[in-house]
């Protein structure tokens, strides 16, 4: 029987350098599983797109292993690449929020494991038409703290894990401005000075946003729509802060939400966005999109 081959691109800098700790460990897990293991080091921004390109359609599957913009530039990779190949992650990040929602293994020996028992579903991912193509697993999000994610010190996340995001956020408060948008979908159309918004596939978004474990189905080909708009006034804020903590995302006058499968994004000037954690810039327009079924995943079984 041949020995299942696998690329392993991981990311040596990503949470509290695990992968830089690890990866021949890995690697020598893979190896000892029965498994043939290439392994890939991302020096750079892009590496893992790079990598996946030009080599991944050689491999039976592809594993990463690092933080959310680790498996997104992997995603990138394999949805340009048009790549069926099952795709596993071992979460290595400060906040793994996609790897939260998919309920994986955070030790790693375990991820090895299941991606050698290699039993994938196929999952939705999301795409993003703004000055370019770019593709998500699990969040395109503009406004309060979305800068915080792609510009905290390397440093920072490592020591701080999640709360490091919000004390960055914080440096930045009186920055914050809301931005007018007017977003349509299903025949619908959202408009207002949004602080915040996100359309993801995820039970959580940097540790700050949280859904319930019924509230997102992330194969369902659709997105969530969380949109802030600014409060009038303190109290309004409160309410609005007791609506976020308590996952009351549908009775609150400051939210906009809803779900589906695409949303056109006007604005008034370009904007900042963030996908997955990494930095994107849209023009006036953008369009966002549920793609369905589009990534071969290895998820756990039974344990």
């Given at each position: 029987?041949?020995?299942?081959?696998?690329?392993?691109?991981?990311?040596?800098?990503?949470?509290?350098?695990?992968?830089?700790?690890?990866?021949?460990?890995?690697?020598?897990?893979?190896?000892?599983?029965?498994?043939?293991?290439?392994l890939?080091?991302?020096?750079?921004?892009?590496?893992?797109?790079?990598?996946?390109?030009?080599?991944?359609?050689?491999?039976?599957?592809?594993?990463?292993?690092?933080?959310?913009?680790?498996?997104?530039e992997?995603?990138?990779?394999?949805?340009?690449?048009?790549?069926?190949?099952?795709?596993?992650?071992?979460p290595?990040?400060?906040?793994?929020?996609f790897?939260?929602?998919?309920?994986?293994?955070?030790?790693?020996?375990?991820?090895?494991?299941?991606?050698?028992?290699?039993?994938?579903?196929?999952?939705?991912?999301?795409?993003?038409?703004?000055?370019?193509?770019?593709?998500?697993?699990?969040?395109?999000?503009?406004?309060?703290?979305?800068?915080?994610?792609?510009?905290?010190?390397?440093?920072?996340?490592?020591?701080?894990?999640?709360?490091?995001?919000?004390?960055?956020?914080?440096?930045?408060?009186?920055?914050?401005?809301?931005?007018?948008?007017?977003?349509?979908?299903?025949?619908?159309?959202?408009?207002?000075?949004?602080?915040?918004?996100?359309?993801?596939n995820?039970?959580?978004?940097?540790?700050?946003?949280?859904?319930?474990?019924?509230?997102?189905?992330?194969?369902?080909?659709?997105?969530?729509?969380?949109?802030?708009?600014?409060?009038?006034?303190?109290?309004?804020?409160?309410g609005?802060?007791?609506?976020?903590?308590?996952?009351?995302?549908?009775?609150?006058?400051?939210?906009?939400?809803?779900?589906?499968?695409?949303?056109?994004?006007?604005?008034?000037?370009?904007?900042?966005?963030?996908?997955d954690?990494?930095f994107a810039?849209?023009?006036?327009?953008?369009?966002?999109?549920?793609?369905?079924?589009?990534?071969?995943?290895?998820?756990?079984g039974?344990?």
């Open positions: 029987m041949d020995r299942k081959t696998i690329m392993l691109i991981v990311n040596p800098c990503a949470g509290r350098k695990l992968g830089e700790k690890q990866s021949e460990q890995v690697a020598d897990w893979f190896q000892a599983g029965g498994a043939d293991c290439s890939y080091l991302t020096d750079k921004p892009g590496d893992g797109t790079d990598f996946v390109l030009r080599d991944g359609s050689r491999f039976d599957v592809i594993a990463c292993m690092g933080g959310d913009g680790t498996l997104n992997v995603i990138n990779g394999v949805l340009r690449r048009k790549l069926n190949t099952p795709l596993g992650y071992i290595a990040g400060s906040t793994n929020d790897a939260n929602s998919m309920n994986l293994s955070h030790e790693p020996h375990q991820a090895v494991k299941d991606i050698l028992a290699c039993r994938t579903e196929p999952i939705d991912a999301g795409r993003f038409m703004g000055k370019e193509r770019k593709y998500f697993s699990y969040v395109a999000s503009f406004g309060a703290f979305t800068k915080t994610s792609y510009q905290t010190p390397q440093s920072m996340k490592n020591l701080l894990g999640r709360f490091s995001y919000f004390l960055e956020g914080v440096k930045d408060l009186g920055d914050i401005h809301a931005e007018h948008k007017i977003i349509r979908t299903n025949g619908q159309t959202y408009a207002g000075n949004y602080l915040f918004g996100a359309f993801s995820s039970r959580s978004i940097g540790g700050l946003v949280r859904y319930g474990e019924d509230d997102v189905d992330i194969s369902d080909q659709r997105l969530e729509m969380l949109l802030i708009k600014k409060p009038a006034c303190f109290s309004d804020l409160c609005l802060l007791h609506s976020i903590t308590h996952r009351e995302y549908e009775h609150n006058p400051y939210i906009d939400f809803c779900r589906s499968d695409k949303f056109v994004v006007e604005s008034d000037t370009a904007t900042d966005w963030s996908l954690g990494e810039r849209s023009e006036k327009q953008s369009v966002i999109s549920c793609i369905k079924n589009q990534i071969n995943f290895i998820r756990p039974n344990r």
